[in-house]
């Protein structure tokens, strides 16, 4: 029964449309704007606890004093912005639902005032019929009262220079300087104490303002109320140190970027500049080097000029010494047998006739192999390739079986363990034959050179790169190896691990040169006292623009 005595109540209530009286200039609470529509924290609360609540309403809003008036007659339901005070608390109920400060402002010039006795004997400009209204008047004679209508008629009065003081809601206080641009005043005392502030109903109508209150209740606990409130007074209640310590933070998130993007700059262009000068040394070296090369290649050229001339004598006299003595033989013989004891350059002639040929064959070979010692040099000197014949067709495997019979004493004299496996239908490949011959000579003489022992092995393959469109020609011997620091220098000219055996350094660096001039690459793989691999890649054809 009494779930339907309420409902009952409540079904009478609503019925009827409630008028909901309020001050039409007090912002941000409750106003009039500028299209004549209710608007502020207290109308729209007010329509959201009537939707919640299910009641028809209307809002009647007009000066503080014309609507308390018609409170007090009847001729509103209910008053949604009142400040609860003793005095009124006789005649109304209340159902607050926020509180209130009052402050005292001032122009500019005037000080802080440390409490309300400094308002004695000053004029204070206050609302009409408002609660400071209520409070001053009682307060002290001394202070001279001037009613107004509204917060904003008090504020201007003041900002124009008339009265001393205005006494006004903090909030709508700070909030009209800012609207109305009331730059030349200021809050100079907080009021001690806080107003509750709410709905109002007139003694004997407190049934309405339950519902107001069951109202309020459940926009607070669904969090809408709230969310009015920061949509009215957020911007009003943020400290200016708040929004100082916001731009700060802002400033130094973005300096904080800024800093960090300059070192990651700066640590990328310094990595940059550490690369490019370590290429830059780099191609110093290389340039170095190849003005070493031109130099030493200038120096080898002349050298091996000046040496094959007299050895080019040396060589062509050779056989006619030789060919004198055999012709004098027989008179040195008559005269050995007729006189005896022949003595010529101080050696017993029957010892000398043994030994002038062979030495004299000695000699020859040294001198053929200066010969080709300078050729080498002045292929080696040589930079312009022109004069090699490039374009005969060669079959590697065929160029592999001539080398080997060429140093098929030395392979015998250097392993028992040797072993080759030519790839079939290898396509020609164009070049000059005489120097693919030297390379491979070349090659097979060092791999012979590095066995320590007949049972070590060398082997040799060709085949076909289809990919890369070479002929290759592997040898691996399984002889001592190369130190890895020794393998960058292996084709660099004069360098040779066989000084001891007389070798020159060069048989590698020409070797690589001619390779060079097929366009062809020369590899070596190899690991101290395992031995090595070297790969011969010749291309089938020449880049034209290469050569």
């Known amino acids: 029964?009494?779930?339907?005595?309420?409902?009952?109540?409540?079904?009478?209530?609503?019925?009827?449309?409630?008028?909901?009286?309020?001050?039409?200039?007090?912002?941000?609470?409750?106003?009039?704007?500028?299209?004549?529509?209710?608007?502020?924290?207290?109308?729209?609360?007010?329509?959201?606890?009537?939707?919640?609540?299910?009641?028809?309403?209307?809002?009647?809003?007009?000066?503080?004093?014309?609507?308390?008036?018609?409170?007090?007659?009847?001729?509103?339901?209910?008053?949604?912005?009142?400040?609860?005070?003793?005095?009124?608390?006789?005649?109304?109920?209340?159902?607050?639902?926020?509180?209130?400060?009052?402050?005292?402002?001032?122009?500019?010039?005037?000080?802080?005032?440390?409490?309300?006795?400094?308002?004695?004997?000053?004029?204070?400009?206050v609302q009409r019929n408002g609660s400071m209204y209520d409070l001053l008047v009682n307060v002290?004679?001394?202070?001279?009262?001037?009613?107004?209508?509204?917060?904003?008629?008090?504020?201007?009065?003041?900002?124009?220079?008339?009265?001393?003081?205005?006494?006004?809601?903090?909030?709508?206080?700070?909030?009209?300087?800012?609207?109305?641009?009331?730059?030349?005043?200021?809050?100079?005392?907080?009021?001690?104490?806080?107003?509750?502030?709410?709905?109002?109903?007139?003694?004997?109508?407190?049934?309405?303002?339950?519902?107001?209150?069951?109202?309020?209740?459940?926009?607070?606990?669904?969090?809408?109320?709230?969310?009015i409130y920061e949509k009215w007074f957020g911007a009003l209640q943020r400290s200016p140190w708040t929004r100082f310590g916001l731009i700060a933070a802002a400033i130094a998130v973005m300096l904080i970027f800024v800093s960090t993007g300059i070192a990651i700059w700066n640590r990328a262009l310094r990595k940059k500049v550490e690369s490019r000068t370590q290429e830059l040394k780099a191609q110093q070296l290389q340039l170095l080097h190849a003005d070493k090369m031109a130099?030493?290649?200038?120096?080898?050229?002349?050298?091996?000029?000046?040496?094959?001339?007299?050895?080019?004598?040396?060589?062509?006299?050779?056989?006619?010494?030789?060919?004198?003595?055999?012709?004098?033989?027989?008179?040195?013989?008559?005269?050995?047998?007729?006189?005896?004891?022949?003595?010529?350059?101080?050696?017993?002639?029957?010892?000398?006739?043994?030994?002038?040929?062979?030495?004299?064959?000695?000699?020859?070979?040294?001198s053929r192999k200066i010969r080709a010692i300078v050729e080498d040099l002045k292929h080696f000197a040589s930079k312009d390739s022109s004069d090699l014949e490039l374009n005969e067709l060669l079959d590697l495997n065929k160029l592999v079986e001539v080398s080997m019979r060429l140093v098929a004493n030395q392979i015998k004299q250097s392993t028992n363990d040797f072993e080759v496996h030519y790839s079939d239908n290898l396509p020609l490949f164009k070049g000059s034959g005489q120097r693919i011959e030297q390379v491979i000579i070349n090659l097979i003489l060092n791999a012979c050179q590095a066995l320590n022992d007949k049972e070590q092995k060398i082997s040799i393959r060709t085949l076909y790169d289809d990919a890369q469109q070479h002929v290759v020609f592997t040898i691996t011997d399984h002889g001592i190896g190369i130190n890895e620091d020794d393998l960058s220098k292996l084709t660099d000219p004069f360098f040779t691990s066989k000084r001891e055996q007389g070798g020159m350094g060069l048989g590698l660096s020409v070797s690589a040169g001619i390779v060079r001039d097929h366009q062809g690459v020369l590899d070596f793989r190899s690991m101290e006292g395992k031995g090595t691999t070297v790969k011969l890649s010749l291309p089938l054809k020449h880049k034209e623009d290469a050569l």
Not at 13 to 29: A, E, F, M, W
Not at 324 to 346: P, R
């Open 1 to 125: 029964m009494a779930v339907f005595s309420v409902m009952a109540d409540e079904t009478t209530v609503t019925s009827k449309r409630i008028i909901i009286g309020g001050d039409y200039d007090y912002p941000p609470y409750e106003f009039i704007d500028k299209d004549g529509v209710s608007s502020g924290y207290n109308v729209e609360l007010s329509q959201e606890i009537a939707a919640v609540m299910g009641m028809d309403i209307e809002f009647r809003l007009g000066t503080w004093g014309e609507i308390r008036e018609l409170f007090d007659r009847g001729e509103i339901d209910i008053v949604q912005g009142m400040a609860a005070s003793k005095q009124r608390t006789h005649l109304y109920a209340f159902s607050p639902h926020t509180f209130v400060n009052q402050s005292v402002f001032a122009r500019n010039d005037r000080p802080i005032l440390e409490s309300l006795a400094g308002l004695k004997n000053h004029q204070v400009i």
């Open 140 to 227: 002290d004679k001394l202070i001279e009262l001037i009613p107004v209508d509204t917060h904003a008629d008090a504020l201007r009065l003041l900002a124009s220079g008339k009265h001393d003081y205005a006494v006004v809601s903090n909030l709508p206080g700070l909030y009209l300087s800012q609207e109305l641009g009331l730059s030349n005043i200021k809050p100079v005392y907080s009021i001690e104490g806080t107003n509750k502030y709410g709905y109002a109903v007139k003694k004997g109508n407190e049934e309405l303002l339950s519902k107001f209150s069951q109202g309020l209740a459940i926009l607070k606990n669904t969090g809408r109320q709230q969310a």
């Open 295 to 366: 130099s030493l290649g200038v120096l080898v050229s002349g050298v091996a000029h000046e040496i094959n001339n007299p050895c080019g004598i040396l060589t062509l006299n050779f056989p006619f010494v030789r060919d004198v003595f055999k012709q004098i033989e027989e008179i040195l013989d008559e005269y050995q047998a007729e006189q005896g004891g022949l003595m010529l350059a101080g050696v017993d002639y029957t010892r000398l006739k043994t030994m002038f040929p062979e030495t004299l064959e000695d000699m020859h070979i040294a």
